[in-house]
């Protein structure tokens, strides 16, 4: 009956085999850096008996994955024989062979059926939840010992950037059972980028408190900055999705305005007392949306922002100056440059009532590469990831011969990001000091080059190339402000309980329309009090309990 429960748990979550990344390790004994090319620490004695780039005799590994409904592969490629799998055969000793592949719903529909059939594939990239319920059910190879024995300098240094956590959250009752990707923690500040052009125009200074943003959003509402003589501008962007916060900050998400309030609705944080709490039914939520109501009716934040399908037209187009994003949202500023060559964008933090910077964290780890229990070369797992890994970061020099446009979950079992977790402060702090001459240009790996030719190009002709200053800028400025000492809080709870199988997607539609009503003005701002009761009697508080009960294991596992 256990083992019938487990199917059915099993059949209810979906694996994902893709993620977004980028590309960087390789060769047979590529050099962990940091940015400077100096060797990592020394393997050990005992890694030092095998080659963590290459088995020793050719193994084939089954695997199935997603694939992007509309990806492109070069003339005479395929799904399974491409440049990817090609580079991991020659690299690795690892063939795979591929036993079907699908997209989107497909994938996720074909996958919860192999899996509750116990059709699981050698090695697989899964999401939490999946990671979870196959450990729980004994299916998953042990990779405490091949991890020690196989894996790189740079993939140990990797997971090291991470104090370990990513290791921790891969671990099932004392094991490794999985290799885990790393989450880039840079992505989780949430910025205030200001068209500082019309900052100036209108007598302004930048902003210090989230009553500051307000006095801006008024002002380029109601003062003409762009001087055409009509009321046609546009105060603080939004989303339809922008009264949730995620890990990852995204451009015209209010997680900054959020978290100036201490709210992180869509999370299960800690409260005072150490209990798990979900951030949507706390009072500091109803205080974030009181102040987005209000701004929202004097006109300060853009009226059709739940409507817009180019959440980016309102600035590229010069109707607004202000919005939320990442330190990368130099994009969003330089398509409005091109526009408009005298558009001129800065970054900010904006802290608490208390002047602290609050910043909710991305999860350490979100994909995982799993192994089947009995599986015969488990240790292809860690060779296939230090190989990839060594791809991904560029520093083998052979995956400068892989066209990186294609898309990368084409790799053998797809794409998840492997980096140091504080990767853009490293790569900023480099690209300075190169910069300042404190570097030699040719100590420089890569990536960091690649940085430092363009900021060097565009040091020559300031912004004459947008598309040069747009790949190293947010390395400067915006990178600058992540050195700012910040409040880190973290999602406790990522995966998914039993009663949120059944009624997550419920609770989730209501809390959506419910803020959205608040801040559009068409729901008072008390109706909040009765989301939370609503929220509690539909689910609510059992979900709380399951959630309190499976972060509770997790710590004692």
Request: glycine share 6%.
């Amino acid at each position: 009956m256990k083992k019938k429960s487990i199917i059915l748990l099993l059949a209810s979550t979906a694996v994902l085999a893709s993620a977004c990344g980028g590309q960087d390790e390789g060769g047979s004994s590529p050099k962990a850096t940091d940015g400077a090319s100096k060797p990592s620490s020394a393997p050990s004695a005992d890694s030092a008996k095998v080659d963590p780039f290459k088995l020793p005799n050719p193994v084939t590994i089954t695997t199935f994955k997603s694939v992007p409904a509309t990806g492109k592969l070069p003339a005479g490629d395929t799904v399974e024989n491409n440049q990817y799998s090609r580079y991991i055969k020659d690299k690795t000793n690892i063939e795979f062979k591929l036993l079907w592949y699908a997209a989107g719903t497909d994938f996720d529909q074909k996958s919860k059926l192999s899996i509750a059939s116990g059709d699981i594939p050698d090695m697989l990239l899964v999401d939490e939840q999946t990671f979870l319920s196959l450990a729980d059910a004994g299916q998953l190879e042990d990779l405490t010992k091949v991890y020690e024995k196989y894996a790189s300098p740079l993939t140990k240094e990797l997971y090291a950037s991470t104090n370990n956590k990513a290791l921790e959250k891969a671990t099932y009752k004392g094991k490794l059972m999985a290799i885990p990707n790393i989450s880039v923690q840079a992505d989780a500040a949430s910025l205030v980028w200001v068209r500082k052009d019309w900052l100036d125009k209108v007598g302004l200074q930048p902003p210090k408190t989230m009553d500051d943003v307000t006095a801006i959003a008024k002002a380029f509402v109601e003062r003409d900055p762009d001087g055409n003589g009509k009321a046609d501008t546009i105060g603080l962007t939004g989303s339809s999705g922008a009264v949730t916060v995620p890990g990852k900050a995204s451009s015209h998400n209010w997680k900054a305005l959020f978290m100036s309030y201490d709210a992180y609705p869509g999370n299960w944080i800690k409260d005072g007392s150490g209990k798990i709490v979900y951030g949507s039914v706390l009072p500091e939520t109803k205080q974030a949306l009181s102040k987005l109501r209000d701004m929202y009716g004097a006109g300060l934040i853009d009226k059709e922002f739940a409507l817009r399908k180019d959440l980016n037209e309102p600035v590229v187009g010069g109707k607004s100056g202000l919005f939320f994003g990442p330190w990368w949202a130099g994009g969003i500023v330089a398509d409005t440059m091109t526009n408009d060559p005298k558009a001129n964008f800065e970054p900010y933090l904006i802290p608490n009532a208390k002047g602290q910077y609050n910043n909710l964290m991305i999860p350490v780890s979100n994909r995982f590469v799993v192994v089947k229990k009995g599986m015969k070369n488990p240790e292809a797992a860690v060779v296939y990831a230090n190989t990839f890994i060594a791809a991904q970061r560029k520093v083998d020099p052979d995956s400068a011969k892989l066209d990186f446009t294609v898309d990368a979950t084409y790799w053998p079992i797809g794409n998840a990001t492997y980096d140091y977790a504080d990767a853009v402060e490293r790569k900023a702090e480099q690209l300075k000091k190169a910069l300042n001459g404190e570097i030699k240009p040719e100590q420089l790996n890569q990536e960091i080059k690649i940085l430092y030719d363009a900021a060097v190009a565009d040091k020559a002709k300031p912004k004459a190339d947008l598309k040069i200053w747009r790949s190293f800028y947010g390395y400067t400025a915006p990178a600058a402000l992540l050195k700012q000492k910040m409040n880190q809080v973290f999602s406790e709870y990522t995966a998914t309980t039993a009663t949120m199988e059944r009624k997550w997607a419920n609770l989730q539609k209501l809390e959506s329309e419910t803020f959205l009503k608040i801040v559009m003005g068409d729901a008072s701002l008390d109706s909040f009090d009765k989301f939370v009761s609503d929220w509690k009697a539909q689910g609510g508080d059992e979900i709380t309990k399951e959630v309190q009960t499976e972060v509770d294991k997790l710590k004692s596992k």
